[in-house]
């Protein structure tokens, strides 16, 4: 019998013909395989075709939750996406929060399978278990505030969770995100542009079901303590006062920050763009996704040159200041919250957007491309004016704004002219604010990361290293079996064994639809044996330690078995050039690099930590076998 913490329900829906059925797995489906992005692997290697193109009707879209997914208990509403990525040609795979996920999970499903190509823009009402597809041409081209007014106006009902693309994922841009509640976004890996290429405009839920725990007592035992925590767990209570921006100041102070498109480690104008400067000058308050009590989400109002910033759209997180702030050597906090605003607007994943526009900065400074290629567009380092202009043209595919919009490998690919040593990619994917060159694991885990450079795929460096592990990262940390914290900056095989069992454990994360703000092995507010203990009460099952971390490692399994059948080998666990030269500067990491005879034994004590081939990097049939994963071979 499937535990009452799920509905026990797929919807699967066939856009082309706006038809949909219901499929109710067992309750060894659910065991298997959990939720978010292991389900949703389960159907896209069982359906979507070999080869397809990302943007194809073939491709397969899956929207999916969790266990503990509307429960009371802070970081359990998160949903994953999954599909084909245009921006990479591997899995795409992106997380998001809010209320989206635990409304979707009390409308009455566990998760939908998208398919086909709808004849023309719809979107899709899920109310208590009923499906309708409306009519959506009327909000084509419009942008995510807009769309949200109209639909809750059409329907009638304040209270419905809306999940969309903007005009970024109509126009095809390869980064185009899903936004629910105007500011959160399944971001990375192009998922709104996989789900504009169907003609879905968006996701409408709306539900009375409430889920409920096997054992509701437990689980809100546990909520309780976590709250209770939060002033006497700094990590968190630092979260909670400066969300993730506050860590501008911490990661330069470092030389950490990258700047000027990661050539750099320290940007001389980071006071301006800090998470105190933000909370000095125009944050609104804190806000939080359904029954969280971490509130790390920031909110703003300011204005640029009389535009307005409003609150409905958010505020930037540490990613979006850096890229769009330190990458470009913008120092003006009010332009990089204009930036997060219009990409939530049009639905554009932040990193990609402000990386890409960094690399062009780069290419153009240093001559690659010119004013004749920009279309007149001045796109030196700091160009506050241009950059934002940029974020709207690639948002429309308008002029040199439909190139970037093709993300920075293809475009580099298109100029040519050395503009690939301006690169900061995995897997063609754009890099977040976290450096190689100071956090040696992260350049392991950009390249190995099955849908190419995320830093939220593992722990960081830090929390295993001498001088810096503090008593709750080491006892997390020993619940790994990880025992030995290791010299600073240095590449060693214990560190390749702390990705591989780190990586799981977020693996499992993303699987159980958790949030690893919450749920973590280093600074977090609950445990890996915590998380297990959680699950068991949610589920009635009685899940281990050991059990989570097979169902995380299964997920990365499924990943890389999907990139294998489309042709990615070990070639592909890569990194840009530019992580192999000394950083330029001042700073603590100025002069640092990769070497590439340090970087593929790193790889190569990474796949043996993981059972897979050294020589091919993929998951070996015994592996498959351990994993019970025999058919996707």
Known sequence: MVPTCYNGKILHVDLTHLKFWVEEPGEGFYRTYGGGSAMGMYYILKEAPKGVDPLAPENILT?????????????????????????TGAIGDSQVGGFFPAKMKDAGYDGIVLRGKAPRPVYLWINDGVVEFREAGHLWGKTTGEVEDLIKQ???????????????????????????????????????????????KAVVVQGKKKIKAHDQAAITRMFREGTRRIPDT????????????????????????????????????????????????ILVERDTCYSCTVHCKPVVKTAYQGREVLPRFGGPEYETTATFGSYCAIDDMNAVALANQLCNQYGMDTISCGATISF?????????????????????????????????????????????????ARAAEKIGRGSEACLIVAKSQEAPAHMPQAKRIMGLLYAVNPFGADHMSAEHDPFYEVGSQDDIAATRMHQLGLLTPQPPGKVTPEKAR??????????????????????????????????????????????TLDEVLKVGERRIVMMRMFNAREG????????????????????????????HEEFEAFKDAYY??????????????????????????
Not at 529 to 540: N, Y
């Open 63 to 87: 929207l999916m939750v969790g266990t503990a997914t509307g429960l009371p208990i802070s970081g359990q509403s998160r949903m994953c996406a999954n599909a084909r990525s245009p921006l």
């Open 154 to 200: 059409e329907l009638d009902d304040p209270k419905v969770e809306v999940a969309q693309v903007g005009p970024a994922g109509e126009q095809g841009v390869r980064f185009a995100a899903i936004v629910n509640m105007c500011n959160r976004a399944n971001g990375r890996t192009g998922m709104g542009a996989v789900m504009g290429s169907k003609n879905l």
């Open 234 to 281: 700094p990590a968190i209570q630092f979260m909670s006062e400066f969300g993730t921006t506050g860590d501008v100041a911490g990661q330069n102070g470092g030389g950490a920050l990258p700047t000027r498109n990661f050539n750099e480690g320290q940007f001389e104008g980071f006071e301006t763009i800090s998470g105190e400067w933000m909370n000095d000058n």
């Open 360 to 408: 062009a900065m780069e290419c153009f400074e240093k001559g690659i491309i010119g004013l004749e290629d920009t279309g007149g567009l001045d796109l030196r380092y700091g160009n506050s004016d241009t950059m934002l202009q940029l974020v709207e043209m690639i948002g429309k595919r308008e002029g040199f704004g439909d190139l970037l919009a093709e993300g920075s």
């Open 498 to 543: 702390m990705v591989a069992m780190t990586q799981k454990f977020f693996s499992a994360n993303e699987t159980y639809c958790l949030c690893s703000f919450v749920w973590g092995v280093g600074w977090q507010l609950y445990g890996p044996e915590e998380m297990a203990q959680m699950l068991s009460a949610a589920s009635g099952w009685d899940i």
């Open 568 to 595: 990615f080998t070990r070639a592909d666990d890569s990194l840009s050039h530019k992580f192999f030269l000394p950083l330029q500067g001042t700073g603590d990491n100025a002069g640092v690099h990769y070497t």
């Open 608 to 633: 043996r930590h993981m059972g897979w081939d050294v020589v091919t990097g993929a998951p070996t049939a015994e592996k498959l076998v351990e994993l019970g994963l025999e058919w996707v071979a």
